[in-house]
């Protein structure tokens, strides 16, 4: 298939490169000179501004976005509706608020565009492992895009989640469970470094053979362990994109009960003081992803 990546940075090159291997048209669009050529040595056609690269595809276009959430996104979103046609397919891919999903709606139907939602996750490493892929989106749609997902993806990892806005919505409360994983390790870890005769990086390797609670955020924690287990250097603040904020205010709004989610958030809040569970927070995260989690 033929598609369009605006934003060609961490996240944006590694899906390029995937796609591209996977037998695509690639063509992508940044203002960073850096990123244009690498994506250009990945196999994609790059271009220095968006009307260049929506005059190149084919229609109907896909247009998938990969900009930082926000301001930035929602502009993308309003800029594509007075450029593309009808018919043409604006996906957003970046880790939004699944909230503005009924406005990007209504912005692009009104000029026949449709929109799809897709929540990832993979990080930094996902160009190399595959992606996770939850999209909120019409079954049609869906169908569509299934060659391209199947390039981007780990193995059995995309599925329709939902209609338009449930993309985004998985991926906050994935994000709101990573949050309360990786306190868990966290303060595992600094009950274990509490007991100098205990190992802790060869203690929580042992956990990543078969015990039941070896993962990939694990694995991850375990290799930044290895590359510094002392941690010198860690700070002790742990930033937060919003997603965590959101999975907790829906769950207030459903009165469902998220105490360890939610608690990983607070954790995150807290994070200024200067203690070992929140630096092993920021050093298994800066393993984890290039895209703010």
Same mark, same amino acid.
Request: hydrophobic share 40%; charged share 20%.
């Given at each position: 298939?033929?598609?369009?990546?605006?934003?060609?940075?961490?996240?944006?090159?590694?899906?390029?490169?995937?796609?591209?291997?996977?037998?695509?048209?690639?063509?992508?669009?940044?203002?960073?000179?850096?990123?244009?050529?690498?994506?250009?040595?990945?196999?994609?056609?790059?271009?220095?501004?968006?009307?260049?690269?929506?005059?190149?595809?084919?229609?109907?276009?896909?247009?998938?976005?990969?900009?930082?959430?926000?301001?930035?996104?929602?502009?993308?979103?309003?800029?594509?509706?007075?450029?593309?046609?009808?018919?043409?397919?604006?996906?957003?891919?970046?880790?939004?608020?699944?909230?503005?999903?009924?406005?990007?709606?209504?912005?692009?139907?009104?000029?026949?565009?449709?929109?799809?939602?897709?929540?990832?996750?993979?990080?930094?490493?996902?160009?190399?492992?595959?992606?996770?892929?939850?999209?909120?989106?019409?079954?049609?749609?869906?169908?569509?895009?299934? &060659?391209? *997902?199947?390039?981007?993806?780990?193995?059995?990892?995309? +599925? /329709?989640?939902? #209609?338009?806005? %449930?993309?985004? !919505? $998985?991926?906050?409360?994935?994000?709101?469970?990573?949050?309360?994983?990786?306190?868990?390790?966290?303060?595992?870890?600094?009950?274990?470094?509490?007991?100098?005769?205990?190992?802790?990086?060869?203690?929580?390797?042992?956990?990543?053979?078969?015990?039941?609670?070896?993962?990939?955020?694990?694995?991850?924690?375990?290799?930044?362990?290895?590359?510094?287990?002392?941690?010198?250097?860690?700070?002790?603040?742990?930033?937060?994109?919003?997603?965590?904020?959101?999975?907790?205010?829906?769950?207030?709004?459903?009165?469902?009960?998220? &105490?360890? *989610?939610?608690?990983?958030?607070?954790?995150?809040?807290? +994070? /200024?003081?200067? #203690?070992?569970? %929140?630096?092993? !927070? $920021?050093?298994?995260?800066?393993?984890?992803?290039?895209?703010?989690?």
């Amino acid at each position: 298939m033929q598609i369009g990546l605006l934003g060609l940075g961490k996240m944006g090159g590694g899906m390029a490169l995937r796609l591209a291997q996977g037998g695509h048209d690639v063509l992508g669009v940044d203002l960073s000179e850096e990123s244009r050529r690498r994506a250009e040595d990945n196999g994609a056609r790059t271009f220095g501004d968006l009307r260049s690269m929506l005059a190149a595809l084919d229609g109907p276009r896909i247009v998938w976005v990969m900009l930082p959430a926000g301001r930035l996104t929602r502009e993308a979103v309003t800029t594509l509706a007075g450029l593309l046609s009808e018919g043409d397919l604006v996906i957003d891919g970046g880790n939004s608020d699944f909230r503005d999903a009924p406005g990007h709606v209504e912005t692009l139907s009104a000029r026949g565009i449709r929109f799809a939602d897709i929540g990832v996750s993979g990080g930094q490493w996902g160009w190399q492992n595959g992606y996770g892929l939850m999209v909120g989106s019409d079954e049609p749609t869906y169908r569509e895009i299934v &060659p391209i *997902l199947d390039s981007l993806a780990a193995e059995g990892g995309y +599925s /329709r989640v939902g #209609d338009v806005g %449930a993309g985004h !919505l $998985v991926k906050a409360i994935h994000n709101g469970i990573q949050y309360g994983v990786l306190q868990a390790y966290a303060e595992g870890f600094a009950l274990l470094k509490a007991h100098p005769e205990v190992d802790t990086v060869a203690a929580m390797s042992a956990w990543q053979g078969g015990s039941s609670i070896r993962s990939w955020l694990l694995e991850q924690t375990v290799e930044a362990l290895k590359e510094n287990p002392t941690l010198d250097g860690v700070g002790s603040q742990v930033s937060d994109s919003g997603m965590g904020r959101w999975t907790a205010e829906e769950a207030i709004r459903l009165a469902v009960p998220t &105490p360890v *989610l939610t608690a990983g958030l607070h954790a995150r809040f807290a +994070s /200024r003081a200067d #203690d070992d569970a %929140a630096k092993l !927070l $920021v050093a298994a995260r800066g393993r984890i992803g290039g895209q703010k989690s």
